[in-house]
């Protein structure tokens, strides 16, 4: 009966939130300002380890800023930061706890080159304490990969191979080492390789960010054992886009003046729950502005013909002897509720025209500042430019899909309340059934970034989703078949939601002149270049077989 449980420490015990563990240097050579420490630092450890090795023993810290004395004053800092970003690793820390009160003998046996009273003042302060045993490798200058520590732990343990489990994450060292000595072993995979395997395209973004999402997912697991797929898109899609866009909403906000956000139904559900939790200082409405009173009271407008050419279509078969002024009065009475003033934004996803800001703007009386996902801000103010591609089907699919309510339809508002469809879809219903758990995955990885401090900004918005579609699992593409999203007027053309990335295609944002920005657009190897004036975008390239007209902003 096996009463020796044996722990490795790193990616066991204890977790970094980063993808590699040499991106701690990385982010002490940003934190202190200190150019080329990183790359010293890691060449130095590798000569170091590379000695140590050679003599089957151990390396420590201090020898390794003996190599870099230019950076020697960094040494405490990396400690500082080593202590500050370790954290216990949830699932470890309770099987801990639970041998303890069963009386089991608890030891650790790890390599690492920090000391001992370091290392075991950061497992004190995480929770893991009362050990029976602790070896270091530092300490009795051997490692677990030659099998000389193991040998002297069960030396001065006094005890039998076969009465012993070793648990850790590497293969080598916490696994084929010590069963080659008898000892029975349980391979712990590390998180990072988890997350890995179920969402490939992390190992593609920046291993800070990578990191923080493997831990958060880690305990999501253990909190939701019986997660679905739509959790995890929820988790690794809708937290990190959603964080993006919440982040920049409300930093842009604060600046401009702007206290009170309103969230458009039903695009802002999971904006909103987000910005709820991230932002509670900032007060926050749910509203709604359905296309088809929109078109009601705006008639066939947009900029797009096909969109243009739907919405006649509407017109033509439902609208024609409808009260408009009727329509337009109940949605004004509707809108009195939330006393829009200048210091209340408007946050809509994308606009080929529907435009939720005109609707409104219509109904109050005067201009309404609002936040677009995938469109032009109206305002003329950098700050209020969300800067990635102009309005786009492909996003638009994907995001409303993904940030969507679990809402039917709305027909219109009467009473003060949304109207629903009566005739929902198969793909309408399918949607209803996965937005809460989109929802609750967003919102856990949305505290994750927030506590993990991850910077990640508006252009990286693109970029992001561009990698995940085209790092698709099996899985993925199983589950995303199923979830289809509809851009006509009367929401019957659902189309799928994944997409195949253009990675050529790319706008950059300059200011220049007397104009508020120039854009330069490449598509493939050609380009071109437009203008954004106070009245819409310019086209000024001629030879470029794409057609470019003037844009404009409030859509």
Known sequence: ??????????????????????????????????????????????????????????????????LIPQYKHLMQKEMDLERQVLRANPEMLKMWKE????????????????SSDFIQDVLRENGFDGWDGF????????????????????QKESVKPEDVLHIGDNLISDVKMPASLGIHTQHYKKVIDRLYEVCPFTKHIDGR??????????????????????????????GVLGYIYVKWIVETAKKLGKDRLMFVARDGFVWKAMCNVLYREIETDYFYAPRLTSIAVLGAIGSDPWAIKDRQSYIDKHLRNADVSAI???YSHYLKQFAIDEKTAMVDGCSSGFSAQRLVEKAVGHDVFCFYLLAMAKKDDLAALYQTNLYSLQWQRFSEFLFGAPEPPIRGVTNNSPVYSNDISGQEQFKMDVSNDIKDGALACALTLRDEQIAVSAKDWIEYVDVFMMNLTEEDKQELSKAKNAADVEQKQFHQISYEP?????????KQGNYL??????????????????DGLHYFKKDVSIAFESYNCKS
């Not at 150019?35 to 089957?56: Q, S, V």
């Not at 253009?502 to 300059?510: A, G, I, K």
């Not at 598509?523 to 004036?533: D, E, I, P, Q, Y």
């Open 517 to 534: 920005f120039s854009i330069n657009v490449t598509m493939g190897k050609k380009w071109f270049k437009v203008w954004l004036g106070r």
């Open 135 to 154: 070896y270091l490798s530092r300490d009795y200058d051997c490692r677990k990969s030659s099998g000389k520590l193991f040998e002297l732990m069960l």
């Open 1 to 66: 009966m096996l009463e020796v449980y044996s722990f490795d420490i790193f990616d066991t015990l204890l977790l970094r939130p980063y993808a590699n563990p040499q991106e701690v240097w990385r982010v002490l050579e940003e934190q202190e300002h200190a150019p080329g420490f990183a790359k010293a630092r890691k060449a130095a450890d590798a000569k170091t380890f590379k000695e140590a090795i050679a003599r089957n023993g151990e390396t420590t810290i201090e020898a390794a800023y003996e």
């Open 209 to 238: 960010l990578s990191g923080a999402l493997a831990i958060g997912w880690h305990q999501f697991l253990l909190d939701h054992p019986n997660a679905t797929y739509w959790h995890r898109l929820g988790f690794m899609m809708g």
């Open 502 to 510: 253009l990675p050529m295609n790319r706008v950059f944002l300059r």
């Open 99 to 114: 041998l303890g009160a069963q009386g089991k003998h608890r030891i650790i046996v790890s390599d690492m080159y920090l």
């Open 328 to 330: 337009q009065d109940s």
